[in-house]
Every structure is written in structure tokens, then in C-alpha cells.
């Protein structure tokens, strides 16, 4: 059967923004309030289009309104739509001013805790009228709905966004000198059990998945390393080496700076591939966008040569962020 094609001249742009911002505030009550409409006004924009594309947009819950599938592979093109028509507007009422261009970018907290700043301090010299909206959510899984552009932490997979590996995960033993020094002269075997572990917990995953995983890789049979403790990101867990305690299984490029100036050290040479990267995701459409395309390009060639940007200095980007 042949694709319908939707007939521009009857678009409902009102039915759109009704339906991004209940999508947004994930309440109509709060929606109505931030659009100046009543609440029955706008319940029945999202109805009809709902009933326009034949499809449900929102599964109302006792205390929840979340997107169906339909509404999340909607809510992404009407926001970007929206944004490019009001930079357009901006542009030409500016009559050519420099024109302010906000990019929503999503990092993992680890990730965003040791390179955010390197990266979007360089990227500001480079691109100064892009502001900033930097958002870290806690978990492995796809980008939010609302971000232009996203490094997530993941598997590779197949999806309708475009993916591009910055790097491949390496999972090495990291601890501090002083257990290095101590424990000198053990074996892999006897140097774990001999000290107290870290864990990264992982979403969906058993609490001890990554030392499990190494325990296989380095054949240590029956070693015992469903023990220790357990944290949510792999900052946490390397702070806590960095303490004097514990034995932290983490990647060693995101953690490279530690090893360089030898506040943590690595005792073994062994390290391990699970299967993880960070990839920056991006939505196809999105790669007309000229701040995203060129974010995306610098990023790439960032970790493509592991090398410092250059840039002229001196610039006004501003870094608005926010932790959801």
C-alpha cells in the first residue's frame, strides 16, 4: 500500500505546540498555564491530533503522562522545527546581527565531569555566538527527546539516529599508589582478593557485572569479586581510589589525567573491551543544522587525534547548566 503524504496547507502548527508543551511538562494542567490557553483548549488540540495522524500521542497514567511511541518519534521534529523557525525570525528581525544559537547538548556525568570543560571551553573560541545548555542524565540509554546533540554511553546498536564512536571503552584495574607499593610483587589473583573492590553499577545489569566480566577475561576462576562497594558512576568510584582505598575497574582514556600525573596508578598491564563506547548521537535531521554540524565535526576530530583544539581566543559563549 502506498505512503499518504500529509498536505501542508492544513498543518495544525496550534495542535503542535499544544502538543509539545504537554510533552514538555508531562502535565496538561502545567502546559495550559506556560501556553496562556485553558486546559480544555488545549486537551482538545492534542485530541484532534491525535486523531489527524490516527495514532495516540500520550498514555495517561494514574500519576504519569508519558509519550507513546508515537510521541517520542514526534516530539523531536516538532521541537527542531520550532527552533529553526524561531532563529530564522530572530535572524531577519535582527537584520543580520550576530544571531544567538543555543545548542542542548547531553553528556554522561562521567564523561561531563572530566571533559566538558576542555571541550566546550575550546569549542566557545571557536563558535562564540552558540550558547551552551549542558544536560548529564544518570543511566545508560538513548539521548533525551529535547537534546540537539549527545554523548551517551552504550552498546552498538541500530537506530534511526546517526552514530558516530569517539572511542571504545577499555576497562583497566586502576587503584592508588600506595596499594600499588603495598601489594607489590602479588599476583593478578592474589592482588584482587587482597583488597576491597569498586563497582560502576551499570542499568539492567547484575551489581558486580564489570568485575565479573574481568574475573572471565583474566581467568581467575574462582576468585571471589561479588563484594565491595557500589556506585553510580564511574567518577565516584575512581574518587574513591583516589582516596586510598579500593581497586576501581574504569576506562583509562576518560580517566588519563589521573594516570599522567600518577595519583592513580595502573599495577597490571591487562585491560579488557566490554563491549561499551561513547558514541555522539545525532538526529539526521539536525545535520543541516550548521551549529550542530560543525559541534558534531570538532567533537569527532577532537577524539579522532586525541589532540588540543586551536582557536582564536576570546569569546562571550555562555555555559547555562542543568542536571536532570
Given at each position: 500500500m502506498?505512503?499518504?503524504?500529509?498536505?501542508?496547507?492544513?498543518l495544525?502548527?496550534?495542535?503542535?505546540?499544544a502538543?509539545?508543551?504537554?510533552?514538555?511538562?508531562s502535565?496538561?494542567?502545567?502546559?495550559?498555564?506556560?501556553?496562556?490557553?485553558s486546559?480544555?483548549?488545549?486537551?482538545?488540540?492534542?485530541?484532534?491530533?491525535?486523531?489527524?495522524?490516527?495514532?495516540?500521542?500520550?498514555?495517561?497514567?494514574?500519576?504519569?503522562?508519558?509519550?507513546?511511541q508515537?510521541?517520542?518519534?514526534?516530539?523531536?521534529?516538532?521541537?527542531?522545527?520550532?527552533?529553526?523557525?524561531?532563529?530564522?525570525?530572530?535572524d531577519?528581525?535582527?537584520?543580520?546581527?550576530?544571531?544567538?544559537?543555543t545548542?542542548?547538548?547531553?553528556?554522561?556525568?562521567?564523561?561531563?565531569?572530566?571533559?566538558?570543560?576542555?571541550?566546550?571551553?575550546?569549542?566557545?573560541?571557536?563558535?562564540?555566538?552558540?550558547?551552551?545548555?549542558?544536560?548529564?542524565?544518570?543511566?545508560?540509554?538513548?539521548?533525551?527527546?529535547?537534546?540537539?546533540?549527545?554523548?551517551?554511553?552504550?552498546k552498538?546498536?541500530?537506530t534511526e539516529f546517526?552514530r558516530?564512536?569517539?572511542?571504545?571503552?577499555?576497562?583497566?584495574?586502576?587503584?592508588?599508589?600506595?596499594?600499588?607499593?603495598?601489594?607489590?610483587?602479588?599476583?593478578?589473583?592474589?592482588?584482587?582478593?587482597?583488597?576491597?573492590?569498586?563497582?560502576?553499577?551499570?542499568?539492567a545489569?547484575?551489581?558486580?557485572h564489570?568485575?565479573?566480566?574481568f574475573?572471565?577475561?583474566?581467568?581467575?576462576?574462582?576468585?571471589?569479586?561479588?563484594?565491595?562497594?557500589?556506585?553510580?558512576?564511574?567518577?565516584?568510584?575512581?574518587?574513591?581510589?583516589?582516596?586510598?582505598?579500593?581497586?576501581?575497574?574504569?576506562?583509562t582514556?576518560?580517566?588519563?589525567?589521573?594516570?599522567?600525573?600518577?595519583?592513580?596508578?595502573?599495577?597490571?598491564?591487562?585491560?579488557?573491551?566490554d563491549?561499551?563506547?561513547?558514541?555522539?548521537?545525532?538526529h539526521?535531521?539536525?545535520?543541516?543544522?550548521?551549529?550542530?554540524?560543525?559541534?558534531?565535526?570538532?567533537?569527532?576530530?577532537?577524539?579522532?587525534?586525541?589532540?588540543?583544539?586551536?582557536?582564536?581566543?576570546?569569546?562571550?559563549?555562555?555555559?547555562?547548566?542543568?542536571?536532570?
Amino acid at each position: 500500500m502506498p505512503k499518504s503524504t500529509f498536505d501542508r496547507r492544513w498543518l495544525p502548527l496550534n495542535a503542535l505546540r499544544a502538543f509539545e508543551g504537554v510533552a514538555k511538562h508531562s502535565s496538561f494542567t502545567a502546559a495550559a498555564n506556560a501556553l496562556l490557553i485553558s486546559q480544555s483548549a488545549l486537551s482538545r488540540h492534542v485530541i484532534a491530533l491525535e486523531k489527524l495522524i490516527g495514532a495516540q500521542l500520550f498514555e495517561r497514567r494514574p500519576h504519569a503522562l508519558v509519550l507513546t511511541q508515537a510521541g517520542q518519534h514526534l516530539l523531536p521534529a516538532v521541537s527542531k522545527s520550532f527552533d529553526r523557525l524561531e532563529y530564522a525570525l530572530e535572524d531577519i528581525r535582527n537584520d543580520g546581527a550576530p544571531m544567538r544559537r543555543t545548542l542542548r547538548v547531553q553528556m554522561p556525568p562521567s564523561f561531563a565531569a572530566h571533559l566538558a570543560v576542555p571541550i566546550l571551553r575550546d569549542f566557545r573560541r571557536i563558535l562564540a555566538e552558540v550558547e551552551i545548555d549542558l544536560v548529564s542524565p544518570y543511566g545508560v540509554g538513548p539521548p533525551l527527546a529535547d537534546v540537539d546533540v549527545a554523548v551517551v554511553y552504550s552498546k552498538p546498536t541500530v537506530t534511526e539516529f546517526v552514530r558516530d564512536l569517539l572511542w571504545p571503552v577499555r576497562l583497566s584495574l586502576l587503584c592508588h599508589p600506595d596499594i600499588a607499593q603495598r601489594c607489590a610483587g602479588l599476583s593478578l589473583h592474589d592482588f584482587i582478593g587482597a583488597n576491597e573492590l569498586v563497582h560502576v553499577r551499570l542499568s539492567a545489569m547484575p551489581r558486580h557485572h564489570l568485575w565479573q566480566q574481568f574475573a572471565r577475561h583474566a581467568n581467575l576462576g574462582t576468585l571471589n569479586v561479588e563484594r565491595g562497594l557500589v556506585f553510580d558512576t564511574a567518577v565516584f568510584a575512581v574518587q574513591y581510589a583516589l582516596s586510598g582505598e579500593g581497586l576501581a575497574l574504569v576506562d583509562t582514556t576518560l580517566f588519563e589525567e589521573e594516570l599522567r600525573t600518577g595519583r592513580l596508578v595502573k599495577p597490571f598491564d591487562l585491560s579488557f573491551d566490554d563491549g561499551y563506547g561513547y558514541y555522539l548521537i545525532t538526529h539526521p535531521e539536525g545535520l543541516s543544522d550548521t551549529a550542530i554540524g560543525l559541534f558534531r565535526s570538532w567533537l569527532i576530530e577532537r577524539f579522532g587525534s586525541r589532540a588540543p583544539a586551536t582557536a582564536p581566543a576570546g569569546s562571550n559563549l555562555h555555559l547555562a547548566i542543568s542536571n536532570s
